[in-house]
């Protein structure tokens, strides 16, 4: 990563780039493939507003633009009365947004716990039954034109909320149960 750091309006002493520096480093953790890190450093002194009074009002202004490969540009601006407070806190925004496109891009290629669960149990059920052939007995279904009437005795005889089928036109219905205790018919 490329870390390019300026200043406007002063001039940055050693202690204070290698501070910069160190915390932008650290943006590094992510594994983003940030491609460059610009930190451009103001300093702005204003007089006070109130007649006769000399106080000047000094600010610390930092913008971070980080590129990153695959994304946009990120841009962060902060400013503060403390050149370090102004500094962290940039630093810290940036962490957090970093953090969050981090997490959203890792959530789609992560998988589910539940189906981890399942497949290292089939694995083992698999590796249990290795040499034994077995024939599992399922219900086949055959989809023959139904009577309405046919339709709503299996779907009473059943637990299901619902019952597919084809009628005698070949249009494919769907009885269910309703709320009121009554029967619904699409």
Do not use: C
Not at 163 to 184: L, T
């Amino acid at each position: 990563m490329q870390t390019i750091i300026t200043s406007r309006h002063f001039e940055l002493t050693q202690a204070m780039k290698d501070y910069i520096f160190s915390l932008t480093q650290s943006l590094e953790k992510y594994q983003l493939d940030i491609l460059s890190t610009r930190v451009i450093v103001t300093y702005q002194e204003k007089k006070g507003s109130k007649k006769g009074e000399k106080k000047k009002k000094r600010t610390f202004g930092i913008d971070i633009t980080l590129s990153l490969a695959h994304s946009n540009t990120l841009v962060i601006n902060q400013i503060d009365k403390d050149f370090y407070a102004a500094v962290d806190l940039a630093i810290g925004r940036m962490h957090k947004i970093l953090r969050r496109y981090h997490d959203k891009h890792n959530k789609k290629f992560a998988t589910p716990t539940q189906d981890l669960m399942v497949t290292t149990i089939l694995r083992d059920e698999a590796l249990a039954n290795k040499g034994e052939d077995e024939i599992v007995p399922m219900d086949l279904d055959l989809h023959k034109p139904l009577d309405i009437e046919d339709a709503l005795e299996r779907l009473k005889s059943s637990s299901q909320q619902f019952f597919v089928f084809n009628d005698k036109d070949s249009k494919m219905r769907v009885i269910y149960k309703r709320i009121d205790g009554k029967y619904g018919l699409y």
